[in-house]
Structures are given as structure tokens and as C-alpha cells.
């Protein structure tokens, strides 16, 4: 599985490197429904950045419906700040005349909060980039470049795929459903495969893995089902062109969710050694052409561009 992923959340990227278009209406769409409250779509930093020195009057109304989700946003962290502030107060009041069970865990859940909603705040206002701008889980937004008649086109689409005609519950029922196995194309992802296949750009990726595998000892000597996050990137900095399915959902009276997953396949040796047991397939960037313009009858074309995949070697180290 992948985990997560850091991402070229900037879209700019498609456009300089494989001449691709902007879907400037889907990238408003998604902006305006969540600063409208129509949803609650979780959207790297990185990409709201893209739109931070707009150029055109599309790009502009995108950075006012940002600016107003950020002002709505900050608006509600600051009260929630300020009744935190309170609470540890009055939890601070009480501990000074007498310990009590419910005042000190009040103290204890008051500082946790308020240390949460200040780095939130914090991110809000920073304008310095960080890695951890263009990184995204499942349930994230990232760009993804498609063929649209002919032409290629970036969309923002959810990490976690909703393949249409599916019930909504799916979601929840299937929370894996942010990766496509290979082994399973032709199964639940039948709908998808052979019809439509994006490709996102990915600097390096993350897999939760036993902590016991990745240190090879017995997991005797580790609690249940005790993790590790490690990171894994290309040891020669390239960028990974990854395989994706995706998917435009659509239910009468909801927004529509265009949304996407990561093709994973069995990992290299490297990977397997380090204890993870699924890796992404990145392709080769003289097949993303081929990939993204699938024939649903020649399925064994499209098994071969991902047999002919790009193969970097995966250094890992423990995520920070």
C-alpha cells in the first residue's frame, strides 16, 4: 500500500514538463465547494500555493475562494484557541486549591489542543515552503494528469478512488481503496482498467511497516501490531511517473467526487527487505502517452507498460 506520498502538488509541473492543460474549471469547482462548506476536501498546502501569484482572472477567483476559506478558517481556530486558553485557566484555577481527576486530565486535553490549533495557525501564515506541503494521504487531493480528446489535462482528484456507480458507503467499507493491486484489475477495479488512467508525479513515498520486519527480530519482543513509518526514495533523485485509476462519481443531489488510486504491484527486493510488501508501479515517461490512452480490448498492452516500468533503487530511511 502506499501510505502516503510527496507529491509535485504544483500543477505547473505538468504543464512545463509534458506540455499538459489545466482543468481550470474542475480546480474551481474544488475550491469553491469547500470554501462554500459544500465539502470538506483536504487539500495540500502546496497546491493552494500554485495559486498564490495569480495571472489570470480564473486563476484569481481560485485565489479568492482560498483566501476566504483560510479567513474562515482561522476565524474558527482562533475562538476554538480562545476557549481552550479558558479552560486551561479554570482547569489551573481548581488545581491550585485542589487536585482533581477531571481538572488535571481538563489541563492535560487544554494544552494538547491549544499546542495543535497554534501550529495549525502557524501553517496557515507561514509562507516558507516545507516538504510537508506536497504530502498527501489517503482521503488528500493531488493533481493528476489525464487524456482528455486527444490532449493531456490535469485535474485535482481525492487519493482514495470512488469508482462511479458505487455506493458512497464504499468509503468506509473499503478504506484500501486509495491503491489498485495488480492482481486485482480485472476484478473490483474492472470498471476502471482499460478506460481510464491518470498519472501523478511523486518525489518520494512513505509505507507503515512492522517494526519487527524492519529490524528483523521477532515480533515477540515488539507490542501487537507495532509500526514504523519509513520513507523510500529513488537513490537518484528522479521523479516517479506513477500509474493511477480513477474515476468520476456522481449521485443526484451531491457533488461530484473525481477521484483516484495508485496502481501497486509485488515491491523489489529492497523494499520486501525493509518489510513492506506493496510498492507503486512507476512508468516509464516514453509509455505515459500509451498508459493514459487505454484500449479496454488490448488490457495485455497496458500489463506491459507496467512490466516495463521505471526501476530506481528505493533507499529507506525512518520518516522524521
Same mark, same amino acid.
Given at each position: 500500500? %502506499?501510505?502516503?506520498?510527496?507529491?509535485?502538488a504544483? *500543477?505547473?509541473k505538468?504543464?512545463?514538463?509534458f506540455?499538459a492543460? #489545466?482543468?481550470?474549471?474542475?480546480?474551481?469547482?474544488l475550491?469553491?465547494e469547500?470554501?462554500?462548506g459544500v465539502?470538506?476536501?483536504k487539500?495540500?498546502?502546496?497546491m493552494?500555493?500554485?495559486?498564490?501569484?495569480?495571472?489570470?482572472?480564473?486563476?484569481?477567483?481560485?485565489?479568492?475562494?482560498?483566501?476566504?476559506f483560510?479567513?474562515?478558517?482561522?476565524?474558527?481556530?482562533?475562538?476554538?484557541l480562545f476557549?481552550?486558553?479558558? $479552560?486551561?485557566?479554570d482547569?489551573? $484555577?481548581?488545581?491550585?486549591?485542589k487536585?482533581?481527576k477531571?481538572?488535571?486530565?481538563?489541563?492535560? =486535553?487544554?494544552?494538547?489542543?491549544?499546542?495543535?490549533?497554534?501550529?495549525?495557525?502557524?501553517? #496557515?501564515?507561514?509562507?516558507?515552503?516545507?516538504?510537508?506541503?506536497? $504530502?498527501?494521504?489517503?482521503?488528500? *487531493?493531488?493533481?493528476?494528469?489525464? #487524456?482528455?480528446? /486527444?490532449?493531456?489535462?490535469?485535474?485535482?482528484?481525492r487519493?482514495?478512488?470512488? =469508482?462511479?456507480?458505487?455506493?458512497?458507503?464504499y468509503d468506509v467499507?473499503?478504506?484500501?481503496? *486509495?491503491?489498485?493491486?495488480?492482481?486485482?484489475?480485472?476484478?473490483?477495479?474492472?470498471? %476502471?482498467?482499460?478506460y481510464?488512467?491518470?498519472? =501523478?508525479l511523486?518525489?518520494?513515498f512513505?509505507?507503515?511497516?512492522?517494526?519487527?520486519?524492519?529490524? /528483523?527480530?521477532?515480533?515477540?519482543?515488539?507490542?501487537?501490531?507495532?509500526n514504523v513509518v519509513?520513507?523510500?526514495?529513488?537513490?537518484?533523485?528522479?521523479?516517479?511517473? +506513477?500509474?493511477?485509476?480513477?474515476?468520476?462519481?456522481?449521485?443526484?443531489?451531491?457533488?461530484?467526487?473525481?477521484?483516484?488510486?495508485?496502481?501497486?504491484?509485488?515491491?523489489?527486493?529492497? +523494499?520486501a527487505?525493509?518489510?513492506?510488501d506493496?510498492?507503486?508501479?512507476?512508468?516509464?515517461p516514453?509509455? +505515459?502517452?500509451?498508459?493514459?490512452?487505454?484500449?479496454p480490448?488490448?488490457?495485455?498492452? #497496458?500489463?506491459?507498460?507496467?512490466d516495463?516500468?521505471?526501476?530506481?533503487?528505493?533507499e529507506?530511511?525512518?520518516?522524521?
Open positions: 500500500m %502506499c501510505y502516503s506520498a510527496q507529491i509535485q504544483d *500543477y505547473r505538468f504543464v512545463r514538463t506540455g492543460l #489545466m482543468d481550470i474549471d474542475e480546480f474551481a469547482r475550491f469553491f469547500r470554501a462554500e465539502s470538506k476536501a487539500i495540500p498546502k502546496a493552494e500555493e500554485a495559486f498564490a501569484a495569480p495571472e489570470t482572472d480564473a486563476e484569481r477567483k481560485i485565489k479568492g475562494f482560498i483566501d476566504k483560510n479567513r474562515d478558517q482561522t476565524s474558527k481556530l482562533e475562538q476554538d476557549k481552550q486558553r479558558k $479552560r486551561l485557566a482547569a489551573e $484555577r481548581t488545581l491550585l486549591t487536585v482533581t477531571a481538572a488535571t486530565e481538563s489541563q492535560r =486535553i487544554a494544552t494538547d489542543k491549544i499546542a495543535w490549533t497554534r501550529g495549525k495557525l502557524d501553517d #496557515m501564515q507561514r509562507t516558507e515552503p516545507k516538504p510537508k506541503d506536497s $504530502r498527501i494521504f489517503p482521503g488528500h *487531493y493531488a493533481p493528476v494528469m489525464v #487524456m482528455e480528446n /486527444g490532449r493531456l489535462v490535469v485535474k485535482p482528484m487519493y482514495q478512488c470512488r =469508482i462511479a456507480g458505487k455506493p458512497a458507503s467499507k473499503y478504506p484500501g481503496t *486509495y491503491n489498485a493491486r495488480r492482481d486485482n484489475l480485472e476484478g473490483f477495479w474492472k470498471p %476502471c482498467f482499460g481510464t488512467h491518470g498519472v =501523478i511523486v518525489d518520494v512513505y509505507e507503515n511497516v512492522s517494526k519487527a520486519k524492519f529490524e /528483523g527480530t521477532l515480533s515477540e519482543t515488539h507490542e501487537k501490531d507495532e519509513l520513507e523510500f526514495r529513488p537513490s537518484n533523485g528522479q521523479l516517479m511517473l +506513477v500509474a493511477c485509476l480513477w474515476s468520476r462519481w456522481t449521485a443526484p443531489g451531491e457533488p461530484d467526487l473525481v477521484s483516484f488510486a495508485a496502481i501497486t504491484d509485488e515491491p523489489p527486493p529492497e +523494499v527487505a525493509a518489510g513492506h506493496r510498492c507503486i508501479v512507476p512508468i516509464k516514453e509509455n +505515459v502517452d500509451a498508459w493514459l490512452n487505454p484500449d480490448e488490448k488490457l495485455d498492452a #497496458m500489463y506491459a507498460i507496467l516495463d516500468r521505471d526501476r530506481p533503487y528505493y529507506h530511511r525512518l520518516a522524521a
